[in-house]
């Protein structure tokens, strides 16, 4: 799948420095945000087609707030009435590397649809292996998947790799970061790359 129109630039990653593996919290000066939604721990392994695991790949995940607004520099800050139109406390785009068992973890939020979307993840994997892939991932049974024009346009004998099968965290699933409220959904899925 395409980067699509939401793909944060480097040049603009560049101004800001939080760009962590917790999308949930965002530092600014001494002040930190926390994401409003549904809190979920995003446990991703990456392996090939082979089964193999695949360690150092850059893994990057990007997505819209609860408010259905992505941050993004073509997204404006304010709306018209000069109220906040994202999340400020939503970083909306996140990186991290897989460690030596192909895994690494995001926390992030619950996706959500907007208008003419499915609720979705964005993901954009690299390694010298196998070069940069980029896809997303849907919550799995989620109604709207079937009105989604990226969705129906993946073959059906494909779909099961895209589909995030969330799961209600279990009390003390994760430590919360400072005044973050706890997981709500945990999913454990595997990113399959080519050989």
Not at 21 to 39: I, N, P, S, Y
Not at 92 to 103: F, K
Not at 138 to 145: H, I, L, P, Q, Y
Request: net charge negative; glycine share 10%; with cysteine.
């Amino acid at each position: 799948m395409t980067d699509g129109p939401f793909y944060p630039p480097a040049r603009w990653r560049a101004q800001w420095s939080d760009w962590d593996a917790d999308l949930t919290r965002v530092a600014q000066g001494a002040e930190a945000f926390v994401a409003r939604g549904e809190h979920l721990g995003l446990a991703l392994a990456v392996v090939d087609t082979n089964g193999r695991l695949v360690d150092g790949a850059d893994v990057e995940i990007w997505q819209c707030d609860s408010m259905q607004h992505y941050r993004h520099p073509d997204v404006p800050r304010e709306a018209a009435d000069r109220t906040i139109r994202f999340d400020p406390g939503f970083q909306g785009y996140g990186a991290g590397r897989s460690d030596a068992r192909g895994e690494l973890g995001f926390r992030t939020i619950r996706p959500v649809a907007y208008p003419g979307r499915t609720p979705h993840i964005h993901v954009k994997l690299r390694h010298v292996s196998f070069g940069e892939w980029t896809s997303q991932l849907f919550v799995a049974g989620d109604a709207g998947n079937a009105r989604d024009f990226l969705w129906r346009n993946v073959p059906a004998d494909d779909r099961a790799a895209l589909e995030m099968k969330l799961a209600r965290a279990p009390a003390g699933a994760a430590a919360s970061p400072a005044g973050a409220p706890p997981l709500a959904w945990v999913v454990r899925h595997e990113l399959v790359v080519p050989v």
